[in-house]
């Protein structure tokens, strides 16, 4: 079988990390998707170190310069790309916490650069390459506080938990995204799923996060690696309960 080439964005660590780590370990190609040149190096140099077939390649998802040069050279160097995961994500801002009465659209536009119109931005720009696979996976890395139904519903834990707008409706744009891209996608062997990684110990929440990395980037790697008859346009992962417990499976939008 051919090796399989995976670019994660947002890669050189967290969660990225941890998927590319992971997808490298199933054999496949992996393309360390970093937006600083040294630290996508390091991890590089890191996954080769365990063994890893990792590549890095300068990826800011808010910039189309780079994310044209990145699917050139993607085209040039395996004329195609088998996995697509959209990981690269932010929610910092200056005001975390603000109500939604109290948004700063400057903090809203930061955050939706990065995680709705990079995302956007580069599968366009790598769905050429995707459809050139006998089966690709795209993989957009949502979150539990993105669903409408959760932040609606009194019985949620995550009701009660003070929460900014802009990163939750952000990754509810995700969600909707997953949904239009695969919808387009259905009729090709493209598979396009939202992963929810759970609450993660990383830099992303100052390790905070009640979820280990291997444990965050679970879902990812089992929506990269999807069989044929997998699901296409569905939010899959780690559960939230109050209980802190969870579950893994299908979440609802
Ligand atoms: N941790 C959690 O609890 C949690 C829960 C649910 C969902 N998520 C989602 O999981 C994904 C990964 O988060 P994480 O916890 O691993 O966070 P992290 O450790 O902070 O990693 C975020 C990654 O995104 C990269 N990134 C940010 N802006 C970028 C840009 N413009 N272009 C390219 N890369 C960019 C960062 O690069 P730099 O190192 O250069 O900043 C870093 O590699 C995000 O989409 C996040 O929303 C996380």
Do not use: C
């Amino acid at each position: 079988m051919t090796t399989r080439i995976a670019l994660i964005t947002g890669a050189n660590k967290g969660i990225g990390y941890e998927t590319a780590r992971r997808l490298a370990e199933l054999g496949m190609t992996v393309l360390i998707g970093a937006r600083d040149e040294q630290r996508g190096r390091e991890a590089e140099a890191s996954l080769r170190e365990l063994g890893a077939d990792a590549r890095f390649v300068p990826l800011d998802v808010t910039d189309a310069a780079s994310i044209a040069r990145a699917a050139e050279w993607i085209d040039a160097e395996f004329g195609r790309l088998d996995v697509l995961v959209n990981n690269a994500g932010t929610a910092t801002v200056s005001r975390q916490r603000a109500l939604a009465s109290e948004t700063s659209l400057d903090d809203m536009r930061a955050v939706y650069e990065v995680n709705v119109f990079g995302l956007v931005a580069v599968t366009n720009a790598m769905l050429p390459l995707l459809r050139r696979a006998e089966a690709a996976r795209i993989v957009n890395v949502s979150s539990e506080v993105g669903s409408i139904g959760s932040q609606s519903d009194p019985e949620s834990p995550l009701y009660a938990m003070p929460a900014s707008a802009q990163y939750p409706s952000s990754k509810a744009a995700v969600n909707m995204l997953t949904a239009m891209y695969a919808r387009e996608l259905r009729d090709t062997p493209i598979k396009v799923n939202a992963a929810n990684p759970g609450f993660t110990d990383t830099d992303f929440n100052d390790h905070r996060g009640i979820r280990s990395v291997q444990d965050g980037a679970e879902p990812s790697v089992h929506l990269a690696t999807l069989p044929a008859d997998g699901p296409s346009g569905i939010l899959w992962g780690h559960l939230w309960r109050s209980d802190r417990e969870g579950g893994y499976g299908v979440l609802p939008w």
